[in-house]
Every structure is written in structure tokens, then in C-alpha cells.
């Protein structure tokens, strides 16, 4: 039960239509055994013809109660129905607030299609718990129980068959299956997350595939988990069904019981003849509040491990949110000073430091260039400058503040990034450009993409899920544009031109740096061209900073940058 605390906790936020719906269904419970207990009643009196006044006074209270159940039913529905959506919101709104807090080490942690199974099914599970598990044993308790303590006033004996049967049906058998059911539920539930993963990863990667001629392969590995998931929710279905078999089997027996003891009670001269059909109207009927029992063990553990692995989650986002909610304020709107000192990162679960030992400046307003071979950490740096991961040891700061200690939203509403991988929403050019700004008019963004050579594009043009109709190049010019439009004092650029043609990729860099006047820049380039304008050069390999300098000193000082220089003109000689 400890993995449902903290649904039990976001369940009670809002408790009143929870309170309310319990109450209609209790009315209605018992509503529903006063009109079968009445109906026994009449139809037994009338046999004994007694005055019509009588009858005419127990039909009067036959048509209450009727109209009462109905009511009460509706109103049941109602609230119950009410309560679950206000749960379900808010249990989706408490998730994908601690998620938040994950990004974006979140992919390093969790497979895409994983993450989907538990954002939309687990999320989704958790809806039943108050409708299926918690609502049906209050209702059935007080409405057995009210029901009981009515039947002592005539037999008490019957009274205790009536509490054997609940004690049966609503507690021994639904336990027993309950018991049963926990190996399927985890199965099942971790089954439907391994095929949305191998699902996702399949149509991710679909196209590669089907160039390697893999796709039957994967196909069949999919339709195999895809048959275990199936025979599992078989499994799952026949215990319901033999569940709400035997518990039904053992209400009819009951009712038999009330039947057989009953006739020996009035034969016996112990019990009035008149009430016998009564009370076994309402101990068949009585048992009907226990048949949404049949189903609670299920939904049980169902809720159980999804609250499991969602709040698993969580606990790890409750960590990272204690980290990231800092609110110191800079002034970004004039470009900000970068120190870097002593700085360590290791990836989460790595033991290989990423970067070791990096100490830089980034003065107000310089344009600095980071080179070096592939792998040697430069994007690596550039995250943690991005504050989307914090380094190991050592210090960040920006105008002299920690940039732990800033204010997330404040920091990335002046930073213009284009990253080495750039996302692009279904839409059209115009809603893709506007991340960068609501307000940004048209006559602003037609302007830009010229400026990236991008004037082919409408601004009403659709753009496929993630860029999928634009070439790499152009995918990569359309980020530079919503970096320009977005006006940040910082301006991170990671590879941001590696598949453009020279010529537009020259004209592109500098109508951005002519933009970019006054911004802090960082570029990372794999190209070494083109870095004469830049204030200094950083050179990195293997995680340290090795060189720095302007153009002309690295390459007076003929060392690691001035060899890569004469490589690259060797290979493009
Ligand atoms: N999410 C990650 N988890 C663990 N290791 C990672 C992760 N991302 C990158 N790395 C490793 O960190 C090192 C630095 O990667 P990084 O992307 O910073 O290199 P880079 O210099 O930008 O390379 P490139 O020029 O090829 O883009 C690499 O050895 C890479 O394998």
C-alpha cells in the first residue's frame, strides 16, 4: 500500500465529490434493498388480505424508495464520475509538473517508448483506483451492514448467514484472487511498456530497417511480445470471470441459505411466515453491492504498479527539482560575462569524466570559437553553459553569479540556441518560427528567412514531424532563423551549419554574427574556416581545454590548432 500514498494523498486534494458520491451510492444500496424488502413484504401481506389501507401505505413507500434509488444512482454516477476526472487531472498535472524537473537527462534514463507507456497508460490506470478499489468496499460494508443490523430485527440467525455471505464475497474471495492476480498484474504491466518501446524504437527506426532488410526481423520480435501481452491479458480476463463466478455462486448460496433456514424458522414457530419472502428478496439483493468486489483485486494491483513505476520516477524528479529551483536574477539583457573555473562533468552513470579540469572566460559581448576532434566534450560544455546538466565539481557563473543558483526560465528566455539536433513541431513554418515569440510579426519572420536564404518557404508552408520534409540543410538554416528572431544576449551555437554548402553557409554566418553584434557567442565548429573573426579560439581533446587563443597567436604558436589547420587544407587542397 506504501506505492499508493501518494495517489491516496493527490486523491484527497479535492475530496468533496468523493464524499458526496459515497454517500448517493449508500442511498442507493440501501434504497435498493428497502424496495425488494418492501415488494417481499406486500406480496406476502396481501396473501393474508389485510385492510387496504396497509397495503396502500407499503405501495406508497415501494414508490418512494423506487423514486429515492433512482436518484440516488444518477447522483451516485454523477459524483463518482466527477471525482475520477478531477483525480485523473490531478494526477496528470502533479506527473508532468515533477517531469519537467527530469529534462533532459530524462532520455538518458528512460526509453522514449517506455516513457509514453507511463505518461499516457499508467497515468491512466490510476483513474480507477478511487472508482473501482476504494469506492465499492465502503459502499458494500455500510450497506451489508445496515442491512444486517435490519434483519436482526426479525431472525438473527439470518443475520448471520447474511454476515458470513459478506465476509465471503466481499472479503475472503476477493483476497484470494487478489493474491492470484499480483504475477499477472506486473506482468502485464511491464509487457504493454516493452511493446511501446520496441513500437516506438521500430517506427523510429524504420527506415533503416528497411535499407538494412531487418524489418521482418523486428517485425517478428514485436509480434512476439505482442503474443505474450495478449495471453497475459487472457490470463487476466479468465481470472476475472472465474472470480465474479465464485463470487456470485457463493451470493446464490447464501440467498439459499436465508431460504432454507428461514422455512425451518417459521416451521419452528421462530420467525412471523410474513417476513420470509422479505428476507430473501434482500439477501439477494444485498449481494449486489458486492459484485464490483469481482473486480477490485484487479484494478489493485493494477493501480499498485502503476503508481510503482510512476512514482519512481518522481522520486528521482523530486531531487533534480530540489537542484534547479534557484531563482537568483541577472541582468541578461545586456550580454552577459561567462566564467568557467576547474570544471569536472561526468554523464549520469558514467565513470569516464566527460570534461576534466575546464577553466574559461567568455567576456561580455566576445565571440568565442570551440574546436577540437569529435568526442572531445565540446557539446558537452556547451549543456552545461546551457545549465541542462550541472557540472561535477568546479563553478559556472554569469555576471559573477552561480548559475546553479539562476532562475531556469529567466536564464533560457535570453539564450538563442541552435543545437547540433534541432526539433521541429507538425505545422506550418509560421508556428515553428514563433517559438522564439508570440508577438514576432510576419513581416519580421519573412525578413529572417531571407537572411537564411530560406525565402523558398511560405511562412504558411507545412512542416512534417520533425522537419521531415526539409533537407538538413534547410532544417539547420530554420533553427539559425529562430535563434535570430529570438533576440537572445546569448547566443550558443553547436555545429550550427555542418550541412550547409559553403557559400550559403559563409553568407548565413554572417548576417548572423552581424545580428548577433553585441550577443555572447559561442560556436563550436568542426570547419576551421572562417574563425579569424572570432575574439579567441578554444581547442579542446579529451575533455581539457589544451590550447586558447586568438587566430593569429594559435597560429603563430604552430601547436595543436595550427596542425589541424594544416590538415584541413591538405584535405581540401
Ligand atoms: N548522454 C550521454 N551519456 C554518456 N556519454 C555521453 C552522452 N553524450 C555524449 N557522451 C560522451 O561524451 C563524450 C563527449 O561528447 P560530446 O557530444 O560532448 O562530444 P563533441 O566534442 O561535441 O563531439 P562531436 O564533435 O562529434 O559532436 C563522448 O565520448 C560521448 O561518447
Known sequence: MTELKSVIKLMFIERKDMYISVFFGVFAGISTVAVFAISGYIVSKAALLPPLYILTIFVALLKLFTVIRAFSKYAERYYSHKATFTILSNVRTYFFTKLEGLAPSLFQRFRSGDLLARVVGDVESLQHFFLRVIYPPIVMLVVFLTTIIFTTLFSLPVALVLLTGLILTGFCIPLIFAIKQRGIQSNIRQLRAQLSTDTTEFLYGFLDLKLYRKVPLKEKALRRTSDVYIGEQKDRGKQEQLNFAVNHWVSLVTSWSVLALGAYLVSANELDGVFLAMLVLVSLTVFETATPMTEAPSYFEDARNASTRLFSIIDEAE???????????????????????????????????????????????????????????????????????????????????????????????????????????????????????EHISDKEMNEVLSWVKLDHLSLGATILEKGANLSGGEQQRLAIARAILKKGSLLFLDEPTSSVDPITEQRVMNKLFTQAKGSTVVLISHKLTGLEQMDQIIVMDKGTIIETGTYPELIKRKGYFYQMKQIEKSVFL
Open 319 to 437: 531531487n533534480e527539482q530540489e537542484r534547479k529551483n534557484k531563482n537568483k536574477v541577472v541582468d541578461l539583457q545586456k550580454a552577459p560575462e561567462i566564467e568557467c573555473a576547474n570544471v569536472d562533468f561526468y554523464f549520469p552513470g558514467e565513470d569516464r569524466p566527460t570534461l576534466a579540469n575546464v577553466s574559461l572566460r567568455l567576456p561580455s559581448g566576445s565571440k568565442t570559437a570551440i574546436v577540437g576532434p569529435s568526442g572531445c566534450g565540446k557539446s558537452a560544455l556547451l549543456h552545461l553553459l546551457l545549465k541542462l546538466y550541472s557540472p561535477s565539481s568546479g563553478t559556472i557563473t554569469v555576471q559573477g553569479q552561480l548559475l546553479a543558483d539562476l532562475d531556469e526560465d529567466q536564464f533560457w528566455e535570453n539564450i538563442s540556441p541552435v543545437l547540433q539536433s534541432n526539433h521541429f513541431f507538425y505545422g506550418t513554418v509560421r508556428d515553428n518560427l514563433k517559438l522564439a515569440g
